[in-house]
């Protein structure tokens, strides 16, 4: 095999090679006079690795740089953070960026109340503290009481409260931490009339919630056998296993409840259902939409009373437990209906007729909700004796309350009608139930529903020093490049109209069945009140319009994604919002992959970007903590014809020498073992050889955080005081003379 040291990142490995699978060659249109740059970057070492991918040398010269532990690599981080942070100490509007997010996220805010054994419990932030506190009262407005204030549990709030699930009787609280923003938790007990730990830890479980017995002497939760000492956010995460906890034991002494070593992939997750009487057991693979169920019959202390039945054993639609009367379980699924519906099936009827039959029956599945003729069901809770079912309206909710039988009493009244809204959680023979409403402009306010009368009263609502009616929300539809409709939300002045010179900021995701609602947020407030236009378009590959839309946006499609978000930004640009160079764009996570294609197939349409905590790398994620897992959505290089497509787009593959790349400002964290921040290293200095322009293109390392769950308040306010800072510098923007009151 030759040796291939070009930076095109595709070289030949034989005597062959396809042209349509290699990364784009710098041409002489796409190379210019070099521009030197005002900033001086670190000198990254480039190294000879060449892969032999399906005949394609594949040139991968910044491997080193996920050694993350090596002094290689601390070096260049700590290098990296020199340059970016002194250019950004000489922006003059940070500090003023600074200043106004902590005024405005300096608010009261409550989560939604939920009930267990009489009490009911909360999580409060006063405004700036770090971590949101857990309390629990008598009575709905009665005396709070001190539960949990992870605040108290690191000097630095990067001890976050991941999950927290209370027993039945309302006594004792499971809650997991996790450190520096890792994935990985551990289960402690707290007594919750005295505050008290009890000694139960529970060490390496993620991507799983725990659930009681009705006993309240335990519960079942997921967990991974420990990694290597030194390799906790690298190693691949595979193997799962479900267990059962009994109060006061080891973990060494849990009770396997199900695993399968066949199938490493598979993920479990146990659910009891309500009666005490049914353990329902998820059985998903990655991020695989679809998933099997497995139910079984429990007995006293975390006992199985039977075997585990395997109701649904086909990866063939989405399966969700929704709750049971008896041995009747009602699901959603999108089983012959793409867009969702509820069914019912007589369990407890099917495990006594399936047992000793081989093969097993079909299960039976009785529908109760069809699906609707336009609008995505999106998920349906069984509470107070009714299915409180919410739909996805052209990326709006809509909530419709239906009987067991699945008529439909009514729709709900929203109080704001363009939002998104979370909750109708609640006991099977609730009186109320609770629910949370916010929009691009109206933070998280909390509901009291009345599930007989269905009168909503008005619970908590944040009070900040921020004049909504100053803004409008609108929403577009526009054409993509094979012509599909995209609708896009426009959040700006009210009244303000296209000047063409408007500072825009397009920010999108587009991946994993996920959906981009209205949502409340303090920096994309700032942005407004910096002047700026926010745009934030439903990509194909998202879950807006069902399962059809979601797999548009996957695989051998993925396409789809980036074209329809390049599609967003021409749009702001022909309908007049901006210019290219007032136009910077924005994602996280699968959004900073977009970002990372867009920027790299569209150079000439951005001012600027920025990629937080991307996926940069298409092919070689897998092979990282839970990378494995999001085939589902992007396929694999292992697969000849995926390998093909990954490359087609892999930002980190696409960098081309000689180009002049937008403002780019690249940022991770150091503990992220989700997207592990070796994606972005190599992105960015890879970037760094190839720019050919005045503009910057940097990266900032976060330290002692992860992928962006339970990041302080402090560090959130630092890092977008960044973020905002930069593009105020890239985009040459003016903050209004009122900015700072």
Not at 120 to 149: A, H, I, M, R
Not at 348 to 365: F, H, I, M
Request: net charge negative.
């Amino acid at each position: 095999m030759s040796v291939c040291w070009s930076l095109a990142l595709a070289c030949d490995t034989g005597d062959t090679q396809n042209p349509d699978t290699a990364a784009p060659a710098a041409t002489e249109d796409a190379v210019s006079e070099k521009v030197e740059s005002p900033w001086v970057y670190p000198v990254a070492r480039v190294s000879p690795q060449v892969d032999d991918l399906h005949g394609v040398g594949i040139a991968d010269p910044y491997r080193w740089l996920e050694d993350l532990d090596s002094a290689q690599t601390r070096e260049w981080v700590e290098a990296e953070n020199a340059v970016t942070f002194g250019y950004l100490e000489t922006i003059e509007e940070r500090a003023a960026i600074q200043a106004k997010l902590e005024s405005l996220w300096n608010h009261e805010r409550y989560g939604t109340p939920w009930q267990e054994g009489g009490r009911f419990f909360f999580s409060k932030n006063d405004g700036l503290q770090n971590q949101s506190v857990y309390y629990w009262s008598d009575t709905l407005d009665g005396e709070p009481k001190l539960l949990l204030d992870p605040n108290a549990l690191s000097a630095d709030g990067t001890t976050a409260v991941g999950s927290i699930n209370v027993s039945h009787d309302g006594k004792l609280a499971a809650y997991a931490l996790s450190d520096a923003g890792s994935d990985w938790q551990r289960w402690k007990v707290r007594e919750v009339a005295t505050g008290k730990d009890r000694p139960d830890l529970l060490e390496w479980s993620k991507f799983t919630g725990i659930s009681w017995t009705p006993d309240n002497k335990g519960f079942f939760y997921g967990a991974y056998d420990p990694p290597a000492q030194g390799d906790e956010f690298e190693q691949v995460n595979k193997n799962q296993k479900l267990y059962y906890h009994q109060l006061g034991a080891k973990q060494a002494a849990d009770k396997l409840i199900y695993a399968d070593p066949e199938q490493p992939d598979w993920q479990f997750d146990g659910d009891v259902t309500e009666d005490g009487k049914w353990l329902v057991i998820d059985v998903s693979v990655g991020t695989d939409v679809r998933n099997m169920l497995y139910v079984a019959a429990l007995g006293r202390g975390g006992a199985l009373s039977g075997k585990v039945v395997k109701l649904i054993d086909e990866l063939e639609a989405n399966y969700s437990f929704i709750g049971n009367e008896g041995g009747v379980f009602y699901f959603f699924t999108n089983l012959d209906a793409p867009r969702g519906r509820v069914v019912k099936a007589d369990v407890g009827a099917y495990v006594k007729a399936a047992a000793g039959q081989a093969p097993a029956p079909a299960l039976e599945l009785v529908e109760v909700i069809p699906q609707d003729s336009q609008h995505t069901l999106q998920s349906v809770s069984f509470t107070g004796g009714r299915l409180f079912a919410k739909y996805m309206v052209d990326a709006k909710n809509e909530v419709r309350v239906h009987d067991l039988a699945g008529k439909q009493q009514r729709t709900i009244a929203l109080p704001e009608p363009i939002s998104t809204v979370y909750g109708f959680g609640g006991k099977q023979d609730a009186k109320q139930t609770f629910y949370g409403l916010m929009s691009f402009t109206q933070p998280y306010a909390i509901y009291r529903y009345d599930v007989d009368t269905g009168v909503s009263e008005l619970w908590r609502e944040p009070t900040l020093a921020f004049d909504a009616s100053r803004y409008e929300t609108e929403q577009v539809f526009y054409a993509s490049k094979d012509g599909t409709k995209i609708p896009m939300f426009l959040i700006h002045k009210k009244g303000q109209k296209p000047t063409g010179d408007s500072p825009t900021y397009l920010y999108g995701y587009g991946g994993f069945n996920i959906s981009l609602t209205p949502r409340f947020s303090v920096p994309d407030l700032i942005w407004l009140e910096m002047g700026g236009v926010y745009a934030q378009p439903n990509l194909r590959g998202g879950g807006e319009y069902g399962e059809a839309w979601h797999d548009a946006g996957t695989k051998l499609t993925k396409q789809n994604v980036f074209d329809d978000f390049i599609g967003a930004a021409e749009y702001l640009i022909d309908s007049g919002w901006t210019r290219p160079d007032k136009l910077a764009i924005g994602g996280r996570s699968n959004g900073g992959l977009l970002v990372g294609a867009a920027m790299t197939q569209r150079p000439d349409l951005f001012g600027a970007v920025l990629a937080g905590v991307g996926v940069m790398d298409m092919l070689r994620f897998h092979l990282f903590t839970i990378g494995w897992a999001w085939t589902s959505d992007y396929g694999s290089a292992d697969d000849p014809e995926q390998f093909k497509a990954l490359l087609e787009y892999s930002p980190y593959h696409n960098l081309v020498d000689g180009t002049a790349y937008p403002a780019t400002m690249v940022y991770t964290a150091d503990h992220d073992d989700r997207v592990v921040p070796s994606h972005s290293f190599k992105f960015a200095a890879r970037l760094q050889a190839a720019h050919n322009g005045a503009a910057p293109v940097m990266i900032r390392i976060e330290t002692k955080a992860g992928h962006g769950a339970g990041k302080p308040t402090a560090k959130q306010i630092e890092e977008w005081a960044d973020l905002w800072g930069f593009l105020a510098d890239q985009l040459e923007m003016t903050l209004p003379a009122d900015f700072g009151g």
